[in-house]
Antibody, heavy 119, light 113 residues
Framework: EEQLVQSGAEVKKPGESLRISCKAS????????IGWVRQLPGKGLESMGIIYPGDSDTNYSPSFEGQVTISADESTSTAYLEWSSLKASDTATYYC????????????WGQGTMVTVSS | DIVMTQSPDSLAVSLGERATINCKSS????????????LAWYLQKPGQPPKLLIS???TRASGVSDRFSGSGSGTDFTLTIRSLQPEDVAVYYC?????????FGLGTKLEIK
């Protein structure tokens, strides 16, 4: 069964660093783009960026460029979203999601990781 | 970035009736190679990740009920839910999958009247 399983909820303080993960299974990890999507509490969906694990080609939304780092580890079939210095405004649920063979819609989603940043 | 504008923000429809949600892109998202528009629809229920309903403006994803249909081309699109059921209560999002970043609309909250 193809699936994306994300790491668990995190509670951090402002200024701390964080890396959350999205582990793929049931398919060839390097063959499909994976994206990250932010959902602020009670708000809509925002595309943050995407990565092609086959060559680590990455495309960031302008709103998130320089704010986060997206990476992938082929050896563990895991994609990552990382912050070097969290802000309270990063409090949100983060989803990873995968494209498919025939279009760039997000056909498969992880369950989401809730990140809370509070002093 | 391509801006996606959904309407209405919320919608209340009686069970068994039809619900219609609109989405407009700030530029054409017609793929010349596919001759189809790169528009997806998702639903999201509370506490769950989004679920893809439709891509290419009108192609239902695997396992999606035929009560859901998409239409439109270029910049104007519509999601129609026929014969509304209680399980259709959700927030619906459109997204352009034409060019990165693959931007979403702000969502339409669908409720039962």
């Amino acid at each position: 069964e193809e699936q994306l399983v994300q790491s668990g909820a995190e509670v951090k303080k402002p200024g701390e660093s964080l890396r959350i993960s999205c582990k793929a299974s049931g398919y060839t990890f390097t063959n499909y783009w994976i994206g990250w999507v932010r959902q602020l509490p009670g708000k809509g969906l925002e595309s943050m960026g995407i990565i092609y694990p086959g060559d680590s080609d990455t495309n960031y939304s302008p709103s998130f460029e320089g704010q986060v780092t997206i990476s992938a580890d082929e050896s563990t079939s895991t994609a990552y979203l990382e912050w070097s210095s969290l802000k309270a405004s990063d409090t949100a649920t983060y989803y990873c999601a995968r494209h498919n063979d025939w279009d760039d819609a997000f056909h498969m989603w992880g369950q989401g990781t809730m990140v809370t940043v509070s002093s | 970035d391509i801006v996606m504008t959904q309407s209405p923000d919320s919608l209340a429809v009686s069970l068994g009736e039809r619900a219609t949600i609109n989405c407009k892109s700030s530029q054409s998202i017609l793929s010349s190679s596919k001759d189809q528009s790169s528009l997806a629809w998702y639903l999201q229920k509370p506490g769950q990740p989004p679920k893809l309903l439709i891509s290419w403006a009108s192609t239902r994803a695997s396992g999606v009920s035929d009560r859901f249909s998409g239409s439109g081309s270029g910049t104007d699109f519509t999601l129609t839910i026929r014969s509304l059921q209680p399980e259709d209560v959700a927030v619906y999002y459109c997204q352009q999958h034409y060019s990165a970043p693959y931007t979403f609309g702000l969502g339409t909250k669908l409720e039962i009247k």
